[in-house]
């Protein structure tokens, strides 16, 4: 069963920084193309930043400049960097793996067309 796992939630101050990872579960190969979401109380789930396979990263507007996002060289995790934090960023942030990779015992299978995602981790930024 292929799973994302968030960590690295938790409160923060304002100004302060956090650093989430996204792990697949064992079994996959590789976060190809993936990302990460958020949703606050009350709005609708909004894109925060992307990855290709290629590294090439894409932001939504309101975190350029401030977040970061990275994937490990074995492209089996994926990171979101967020610095200078605001209490408006406070929500939950969902890790989402649009391309994966599989790896079995018949070799390496695209996992294409589907879209997985983490349970969330919650970032309260608040003094």
């Known amino acids: 069963q292929v799973q994302l796992v968030e960590s690295g939630g938790g409160l923060v101050q304002p100004g302060g920084s956090l650093r989430l990872s996204c792990a697949a579960s064992e079994g996959i190969w590789r976060i190809n193309e993936g990302g990460w979401y958020r949703q606050a109380p009350g709005k609708q789930r909004e894109l925060v930043a992307t990855i290709t396979s290629s590294g090439r990263s894409n932001y939504g507007d309101s975190v350029k400049g401030r977040f970061t996002i990275s994937r490990d060289s074995a492209k089996s995790t994926v990171y979101l960097e967020m610095k200078n934090l605001k209490p408006e960023v406070t929500a939950v942030y969902y890790c989402?793996?649009?391309?994966?990779?599989?790896?079995?015992?018949?070799?390496?299978?695209?996992?294409?067309?589907?879209?997985?995602w983490g349970n969330g981790t919650l970032v309260p930024v608040s003094s």
């Open positions: 989402n793996g649009h391309e994966l990779v599989r790896s079995s015992s018949q070799g390496l299978e695209p996992l294409s067309g589907i879209d997985y």
